[in-house]
């Protein structure tokens, strides 16, 4: 045995490749000196007893030492934990409080507020630093940079991470170490990724897509990361002439398309764009195509099975399809009412079996077992259909999520969170179209004395993160409800589709 993910992430490669390019800093980090550090925080870890399983959660910004402490955990036997730095310490409490890691790292300005928090679930508190400094950095520093990789299995546990749900409980996904490597792998090859590729990364590395599919590709291929902190227009302008390669969601690049100096010339020397995380509108392919020459490859994955399709590198990138099952991988499309295999071109509920889909929920058996199928395959929650020649079309979810800026929002915690407050009798929380996000948060109350817009803000900044939170938000005097009493949210989406487009319904307007 050996420590399997580890093992085919990290060896191969040049050792004087660099892994990591901080542009604007000319900080150049080699996979030699990476490694060496990555030993270093593992040793660390041994040292304080890290047993395997154990996790270490991390909510830190965005750094090559993230990344060197995520590769350490794994090698050191342990489970990675990311949290987006988003979160309230009110959320964070659940996750440590469920999880119970071994560690819980984070920033030296935040430490003082979750200590407790900490504290509370038998975590000890260690900080990192964005700029790589802290604690962790301190205590890595005496120790040696070599070590032992801990035996794991393909089977073995290599990370948790949570993902909400329709019943507004968050739900820790268990990915082992061949979900993430052999995911990797097959990206790596499919989308032709070698060790001469630069990938512009501008994605945050808390979610799969920043961390597996970006980071585990580039490290299985040998490549290097332009490594931004978090995505700007005008940082990607700037650095992209050094890049191959960008992935994105749909939000970074129709924000490029709004600036006029993102252009033909600028990317001409551009392997490729992927898109992922949300849908990519049919008519932002188009226009990337026509203002760049490039078309954006779009791919289709989640947290619990790593990427399932994707468009092919050659052959019909086709707009408004996420493209063909990935190698290894099974997709299926089936009755929502029988569970029967539908034909081609039949809208139904899409199913995924292979190497790449997780060994279930943290600590809820029970939840694992309603996902999956009796045959092995995972119930996704999306509906789709797939085309004679297996290109598969998503074309709406059977699960009550919006997905705003890639980030997945689970209306029924939002509601949870207005349904507690006061003069608020009941709240129905929706995603519309966002011109920006893809989709929007809109809540809409019932109750008399509901609270106005900003005191809604105030009174919900310190429970969820501000991404889950309305954007907009209306009174009506009731929702509307079907025969069996619930409420009909397509209807409200219906009446509240344009709240962001121009000429809109007056936000905190009761309606009637
Ligand atoms: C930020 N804000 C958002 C938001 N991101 N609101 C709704 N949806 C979002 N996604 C809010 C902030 O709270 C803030 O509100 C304001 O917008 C500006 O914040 P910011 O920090 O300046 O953010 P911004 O640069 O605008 O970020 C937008 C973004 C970012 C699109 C660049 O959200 C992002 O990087 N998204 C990527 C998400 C991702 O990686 N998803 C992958 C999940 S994995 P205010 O009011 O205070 O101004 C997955 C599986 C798969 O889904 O298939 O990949
Ligand atoms: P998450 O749970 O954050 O991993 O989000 C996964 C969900 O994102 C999927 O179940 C889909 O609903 C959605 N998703 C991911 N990629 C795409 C895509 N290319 N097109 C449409 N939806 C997508």
């Known amino acids: 045995m050996s420590n399997y993910l580890t093992e085919k992430l990290l060896s191969p490669h040049e050792k004087s490749?660099?892994?990591?390019?901080?542009?604007?800093?000319?900080?150049?980090?080699?996979?030699?000196?990476?490694?060496?550090?990555?030993?270093?925080?593992?040793?660390?870890?041994?040292?304080?007893?890290?047993?395997?399983?154990?996790?270490?959660?991390?909510?830190?910004?965005?750094?090559?030492?993230?990344?060197?402490?995520?590769?350490?955990?794994?090698?050191?036997?342990?489970?990675?934990?990311?949290?987006?730095?988003?979160?309230?310490?009110?959320?964070?409490?659940?996750?440590?409080?469920?999880?119970?890691?071994?560690?819980?790292?984070?920033?030296?300005?935040?430490?003082?507020?979750?200590?407790?928090?900490?504290?509370?679930?038998?975590?000890?508190?260690?900080?990192?630093?964005?700029?790589?400094?802290?604690?962790?950095?301190?205590?890595?520093?005496?120790?040696?940079?070599?070590?032992?990789?801990?035996?794991?299995?393909?089977?073995?546990?290599?990370?948790?991470?949570y993902t909400s749900g329709t019943t507004g409980r968050?739900?820790?996904?268990?990915?082992?170490?061949?979900?993430?490597?052999?995911?990797?792998?097959?990206?790596?090859?499919?989308?032709?990724?070698?060790?001469?590729?630069?990938?512009?990364?501008?994605?945050?590395?808390?979610?799969?897509?920043?961390?597996?599919?970006?980071?585990?590709?580039?490290?299985?291929?040998?490549?290097?990361?332009?490594?931004?902190?978090?995505?700007?227009?005008?940082?990607?302008?700037?650095?992209?002439?050094?890049?191959?390669?960008?992935?994105?969601?749909?939000?970074f690049y129709t924000r490029l398309l709004d600036s006029s100096d993102f252009d033909r010339d600028l990317v001409k020397h551009m392997r490729l764009f992927v898109s992922g995380s949300a849908p990519l509108l049919s008519e932002t392919h188009i226009q990337f195509e026509e203002r760049t020459g490039h078309k954006i490859l779009e791919r289709y994955g989640m947290t619990e099975t790593n990427m399932n399709t994707s468009n092919p590198y050659n052959g019909d990138r086709r707009a408004g399809t996420v493209g063909h099952a990935l190698p290894g991988t099974t997709i299926r499309v089936v009755s929502a009412d029988n569970g029967e295999?539908?034909?081609?071109?039949?809208?139904?509920?899409?199913?995924?079996?292979?190497?790449?889909?997780?060994?279930?929920?943290?600590?809820?058996?029970?939840?694992?077992?309603?996902?999956?199928?009796?045959?092995?395959?995972?119930?996704?929650?999306?509906?789709?259909?797939?085309?004679?020649?297996?290109?598969?079309?998503?074309?709406g979810r059977g699960k009550d999520l919006i997905i705003s800026g890639g980030y997945n929002i689970y209306p029924k915690e939002i509601e949870m969170v207005l349904d507690e407050l006061d003069g608020v009798k009941e709240s129905a929380v929706i995603g519309v179209p966002h011109p920006d996000f893809g989709e929007g948060v809109v809540a809409?109350?019932?109750?008399?004395?509901?609270?106005?817009?900003n005191q809604v803000q105030q009174m919900i900044s310190n429970r969820?993160?501000?991404?889950?939170q309305p954007k907009k938000i209306f009174v009506v005097k009731e929702l509307p409800r079907n025969t069996m009493g619930k409420v009909q949210k397509n209807l409200l989406r219906e009446q509240f589709e344009h709240c962001f487009s121009p000429g809109r319904v007056q936000a905190t307007s009761t309606i009637t």
């Open 17 to 161: 490749n660099k892994i990591f390019l901080e542009l604007p800093n000319n900080i150049d980090i080699q996979y030699h000196e990476f490694n060496r550090q990555v030993n270093r925080i593992a040793n660390y870890l041994q040292q304080i007893g890290l047993k395997p399983d154990d996790r270490i959660a991390v909510q830190t910004g965005k750094s090559w030492q993230t990344i060197a402490l995520y590769l350490a955990t794994v090698k050191a036997g342990g489970a990675f934990l990311p949290l987006n730095t988003a979160y309230t310490p009110h959320e964070v409490s659940y996750f440590l409080d469920n999880a119970r890691p071994r560690l819980f790292v984070c920033d030296e300005g935040h430490a003082e507020g979750l200590q407790v928090v900490a504290k509370n679930a038998g975590s000890d508190l260690v900080t990192l630093n964005n700029d790589g400094s802290g604690e962790i950095a301190n205590a890595a520093s005496a120790q040696s940079d070599t070590f032992e990789a801990i035996d794991r299995s393909a089977d073995s546990l290599a990370a948790i991470l």
């Open 170 to 251: 968050s739900k820790g996904a268990m990915l082992t170490h061949e979900n993430l490597w052999s995911n990797a792998q097959v990206l790596a090859d499919v989308w032709q990724f070698t060790s001469k590729d630069t990938l512009l990364h501008a994605l945050p590395i808390f979610h799969t897509h920043g961390l597996f599919v970006a980071t585990n590709v580039c490290l299985v291929a040998g490549a290097s990361m332009i490594f931004q902190s978090s995505f700007s227009v005008e940082n990607v302008i700037r650095d992209i002439k050094k890049a191959t390669t960008m992935m994105g969601v749909p939000t």
């Open 341 to 395: 295999e539908l034909n081609s071109d039949e809208v139904g509920s899409i199913e995924v079996k292979g190497a790449n889909v997780f060994k279930g929920y943290w600590e809820m058996p029970e939840k694992t077992a309603e996902e999956f199928t009796e045959d092995g395959f995972f119930i996704t929650g999306d509906l789709g259909l797939l085309s004679k020649d297996g290109y598969l079309t998503i074309v």
């Open 444 to 453: 809409i109350l019932v109750g008399d004395q509901a609270p106005s817009e």
């Open 464 to 468: 969820i993160a501000r991404f889950k």
